[in-house]
């Protein structure tokens, strides 16, 4: 690979497949740079994979063999929202194959935490309502993405974006959001990135360095920050400058 350019895995988080990153990946590879887009296991086209035991472990599985049997080297392992479980576990268990991961308004869980660890009592008990009356006790609906309901994380789309969320978005399996990794004790050194869009750096770095769970795991000696205002979803609401951003989180530290 030409000098400068960056072997990108890109994984979406719940609900959606590699399509979600159409537009940000065909930027990157007009840029010269070597990009897969993902599907993990049990989610859009994959969705019929998808039964009551599908998990974190076997969708982190899907990504190492993934990586593995392409032999690739040298990734820039990128995670939006709740791939950030598969990723980080797939980073752990192959770190000699990433030179960095990146997390796009996500982070990595300690070790022993659920992606619905994160979640306050009543989001959580409303998460496990959805799932009981809905998703057959196993499979996370797809939610109204309503931008009225949800307007923050919702900001920047436009009805044509919210429409192919909604009728492309398949049932997220909901031992993916349940199931915690076991993370190896150090953790790899591994760079990672960070592109916060809803939270703003200077509160990620507060709550971090004040010790919470989940935000200290996002500061200290090997992380990189970028700020991409806008809504939870900037690979559809600003992604050229996602594209953009990564091509520059691949170069930092270089």
């Known amino acids: 690979m030409a000098a400068g350019k960056a072997a990108f895995v890109l994984v979406p988080g719940h ?12 930027d990157l590879r007009a840029a010269g740079h070597e990009v897969r887009a993902v599907t993990p296991a049990g989610q859009a086209e994959r ?20 990586i593995e049997d392409d032999d690739l080297t040298g990734v820039v392992l990128v995670a939006h ?30 070790s022993g935490l659920a992606g619905i660890d994160f979640h306050d009592p009543a989001s959580r008990a409303e998460l496990e ?8 006790g196993w499979k996370l609906p797809v939610p109204a993405f309503d931008p009225d309901q949800d307007p923050a994380n919702l900001a920047g789309l436009t009805g044509e974006h919210l429409a192919a969320m909604r009728e ?13 990794l076991t993370r190896p004790d150090p953790v790899p050194a591994t760079p990672r990135t960070l592109i916060a869009s809803t939270i ?20 200290g000696p090997g992380w990189t920050y970028h700020e991409l205002p806008t809504g939870h979803w900037p690979m559809f609401s600003r992604p050229r400058d996602l594209a953009a951003l990564l091509a520059g989180a691949a170069a930092d530290g270089a």
């Open 15 to 26: 609900w959606l497949g590699a399509w979600a990153w159409d537009e940000v990946a065909a």
């Open 129 to 136: 309502k959805a799932v009981a009356e809905h998703g057959d």
């Open 81 to 110: 929202s709740g791939a950030n479980m598969a990723v980080t576990g797939a980073a752990d268990r192959i770190p000699g194959r990433i030179a960095r991961i990146v997390y796009v308004d996500t982070g990595p869980m300690p």
């Open 200 to 219: 703003p750096l200077a509160a990620v770095k507060q709550m971090g360095e004040g010790g919470h769970p989940v935000f200290s795991m996002m500061t």
């Open 47 to 66: 969705a019929a994979e998808a039964a009551p035991g599908t998990d974190v472990g076997g969708q982190v599985d899907d990504l190492v063999r993934l």
């Open 168 to 180: 492309r978005g398949t049932p997220q399996p909901f031992g993916t959001v349940t199931q915690a």
